[in-house]
């Protein structure tokens, strides 16, 4: 079936030929990160339906902010419904979501409170470094962080964190301070369903963009499934890029490829893709997605490494 987005109220098509300008770049980086004194607003995340995912509240179809704005609760909420209709482990899931509370955090990386909080830790953390630096963002899709639909439970997050980090540490980029998450899509490739891709959102020290490019494409070969495999944007405000990188908003991606040019556009997950990744999710930790380099904990601040060891 060929994905006709504009029936589906995704709303923004974001078209760009061979040269990746401001447009792609948003389209692929929306302004969908927590807000400055929290997280109140929803994605694309469906609406519960039962079987159907229905994104009926997006600013992009003309629905008020107001309408839009969900707090995270209120997402969690709509998550633990989407969990009570799935298999036994799906309810598992919602019970441990729905236990939640002040004093008793679940930490899962499945509850979009938690994950919050969470960010909001680093983000006190880390914003102290970063200021009087130069910051590029970059978006890389490497190969092998792939798995295909109904499969991502195979993934070992951990084991490619780990692995991340050590091609930090012995690339080009070693000397750099690094922070970012791993993300998640459903990718598409002309209506059809490719998988699972994991990519890498981060905020990298310098904007020598030669330099740092090369080193990125070095350490880090391009999926080759990717049609952008590799985007770059300079960072003016890089507390504010921050508070973005790290979101627990997840979408089908859907790219279509039509006279040569690619058009991308971002979809809601259905209520069996979120069941899917929700139990990919829960199995681990809030904190499990994030990268860094060059940055150590001590007490509740992230520091340079390099700092801490003269
Ligand atoms: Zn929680």
Same mark, same amino acid.
């Given at each position: ?150 499969? =991502?439970? !195979? ?8 692995? /991340?980090?050590? #091609?930090?540490? @012995?690339? %080009? $980029? ?99 893709? =979120?069941? !899917? ?8 930790? /809030?904190?499990? #997605?994030?990268? @860094?380099? %060059? $940055? ?15």
């Amino acid at each position: 079936m060929r994905m006709r987005s504009s029936s589906l109220n995704c709303g923004k098509i974001t078209r760009f030929g061979s040269r990746v300008g401001a447009k792609a770049y948003q389209a692929l980086f929306p302004k969908e990160g927590f807000s400055q004194i929290g997280f109140d607003q929803v994605g694309h995340e469906p609406k519960f339906t039962g079987q159907r995912a229905v994104a009926n509240a997006s600013p992009n179809n003309g629905g008020s902010q107001a309408k839009f704005a969900v707090d995270a609760r209120a997402r969690r909420q709509q998550r633990i419904r989407f969990l009570r209709s799935g298999a036994q482990r799906h309810k598992r899931l919602a019970d441990e979501l729905d236990r939640c509370r002040r004093g008793h955090r679940c930490k899962s990386e499945a509850d979009p409170v938690c994950a919050g909080l969470y960010w909001q830790k680093v983000r006190r953390a880390v914003n102290p470094v970063l200021s009087g630096k130069s910051w590029t963002r970059a978006l890389i899709v490497t190969a092998g962080l792939s798995k295909p639909y109904g499969r =991502l439970g !195979e993934f070992d997050l951990a084991a490619a964190v780990e692995s /991340v980090r050590e #091609r930090f540490a @012995r690339s %080009g $980029l070693r000397d750099r301070i690094i922070i970012g998450v791993v993300d998640i899509s459903l990718c598409l490739r002309n209506g059809k369903i490719i998988g699972w891709q994991l990519h890498l959102d981060l905020l990298i020290e310098g904007n020598d963009r030669p330099r740092l490019q090369k080193a990125i494409e070095a350490a880090f070969p391009a999926e080759p499934k990717a049609p952008r495999p590799y985007l770059f944007a300079n960072v003016t405000d890089p507390e504010k890029t921050l508070a973005q990188l790290y979101t627990s908003k997840f979408f089908r991606r859907s790219w279509h490829t039509v006279k040569r040019k690619v058009s991308t556009a971002k979809l809601p997950l259905t209520a069996s893709d =979120l069941q !899917e990744l929700l139990a990919f999710l829960g199995g681990y930790p /809030v904190g499990a #997605r994030l990268l @860094r380099n %060059g $940055l150590l904990w001590d007490g509740n601040l992230l520091v340079p490494a390099r700092m801490r060891s003269e």
